[in-house]
């Protein structure tokens, strides 16, 4: 089931209908057992929402799927990720971090986003104009409720200036936190089962009417568990009302490549839906 953030409260799609669930966002999703929870209001009657209206809303009044809520992020926890920034890094002399983060025991985690700096579905997400070299990152991401169980997923761009990183990896703050630098959406797919490996990730770049890149893979490609992320989140930090955390990029293009004002990033992961934004720059600092 999919359940959406929108302008007039949460709205459930299960099985083709659509129901108004009548609770503040951050107390709704941060229940445990959310999907049994959910699938109760359902069988006790609740608001159904006509086709119209559910669209509408999921048109034109759509909130990310976060309210109060800390953005978390892991790295370097697929291959391409770690190669990638290897080369980057080689001049600084840090490829030997993301080699040897990759491979032990602790995850790198970093704090990614507050969320009025989360741009959601069909928003604008900025590239850093003191940067030359910027990327968006298409990661999945996990709701993780106040008890440290995951209770849903949703798409996440893990929006990134790889020349500020490769200059200094010290640098890594900046060149991940700034105004819109995090795109969550389109809505949480909330699910008891862990998600299934097989699940594909997929983000396309268009510039105009040209499809700058075009990539997918399937989350079974990363190095650790969901679980295993979460826990060391959880090991010392208290979320009251949950946490996202990105799961790190599986996709990165080609090193000739940086984002241009005007972009549109799609990244699409099954079960979930397709998050879209546009790339634009902060018109405080242009
Ligand atoms: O190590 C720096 C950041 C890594 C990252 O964001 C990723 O692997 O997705
Ligand atoms: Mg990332």
Request: proline residues 5%; contains cysteine.
């Given at each position: 089931?999919?359940?959406?953030?929108?302008?007039?409260?949460?709205?459930?799609?299960?099985e083709?209908?659509?129901?108004?669930?009548?609770?503040?966002?951050?107390?709704?999703?941060?229940?445990?057992?959310?999907?049994?929870?959910?699938?109760?209001?359902?069988?006790?009657?609740?608001?159904?929402?006509?086709?119209?209206?559910?669209?509408?809303?999921?048109?034109?009044?759509?909130?990310?799927?976060?309210?109060?809520?800390?953005?978390?992020?892991?790295?370097?926890?697929?291959?391409?990720?770690?190669?990638?920034?290897?080369?980057?890094?080689q001049?600084?002399?840090?490829?030997?971090?993301?080699?040897?983060?990759?491979?032990?025991?602790?995850?790198?985690?970093?704090?990614?986003?507050?969320?009025?700096?989360?741009?959601?579905?069909?928003?604008?997400?900025?590239?850093?104009?003191?940067?030359?070299?910027?990327?968006?990152?298409p990661?999945l991401?996990?709701?993780?409720?106040?008890n440290?169980?995951?209770?849903?997923?949703?798409?996440?761009?893990?929006?990134?200036?790889?020349?500020?990183?490769?200059?200094?990896?010290?640098?890594?703050?900046?060149?991940?936190?700034y105004?819109?630098?995090?795109?969550?959406?389109?809505?949480?797919?909330?699910?008891?089962?862990?998600?299934?490996?097989?699940?594909?990730?997929?983000?396309?770049?268009?510039r105009?009417?040209?499809?700058?890149?075009?990539?997918?893979?399937?989350?079974?490609?990363?190095?650790?568990?969901?679980?295993?992320?979460?826990?060391?989140?959880?090991?010392?930090?208290?979320f009251?009302?949950?946490?996202?955390?990105?799961?790190?990029?599986?996709?990165?293009?080609s090193?000739?490549?940086?984002?241009?004002?005007?972009?549109?990033?799609?990244?699409?992961?099954?079960?979930?839906?397709t998050?879209?934004?546009?790339i634009?720059?902060?018109?405080?600092?242009?």
């Amino acid at each position: 089931m999919q359940l959406y953030h929108t302008q007039s409260g949460a709205l459930l799609a299960y099985e083709s209908k659509f129901y108004l669930i009548d609770e503040p966002w951050d107390t709704l999703i941060n229940r445990d057992g959310l999907e049994p929870y959910l699938l109760n209001k359902i069988q006790t009657g609740q608001p159904i929402a006509t086709d119209e209206q559910a669209h509408w809303l999921m048109d034109d009044a759509l909130f990310p799927p976060i309210g109060s809520q800390e953005v978390w992020a892991a790295g370097v926890t697929y291959l391409k990720s770690r190669d990638a920034r290897m080369e980057e890094s080689q001049s600084s002399g840090a490829a030997s971090l993301y080699d040897r983060v990759y491979d032990a025991e602790r995850p790198e985690l970093f704090f990614k986003a507050t969320a009025s700096r989360v741009s959601g579905h069909k928003q604008m997400v900025y590239i850093r104009k003191d940067s030359a070299w910027n990327v968006p990152e298409p990661e999945l991401t996990l709701f993780i409720n106040s008890n440290g169980n995951i209770q849903g997923y949703t798409c996440g761009n893990d929006m990134s200036s790889r020349s500020i990183e490769g200059e200094n990896a010290l640098y890594l703050p900046q060149a991940k936190i700034y105004e819109k630098s995090a795109g969550l959406g389109p809505c949480l797919y909330v699910t008891s089962q862990p998600i299934s490996g097989e699940t594909k990730i997929n983000m396309v770049i268009k510039r105009g009417e040209v499809k700058a890149y075009e990539d997918s893979t399937k989350v079974s490609q990363i190095k650790r568990s969901f679980t295993e992320l979460a826990s060391f989140l959880f090991r010392e930090m208290d979320f009251p009302n949950g946490c996202f955390l990105m799961t790190g990029t599986c996709l990165v293009p080609s090193s000739d490549f940086t984002l241009q004002e005007g972009d549109v990033v799609e990244i699409s992961i099954d079960g979930i839906g397709t998050l879209i934004n546009t790339i634009g720059i902060n018109p405080k600092h242009k």
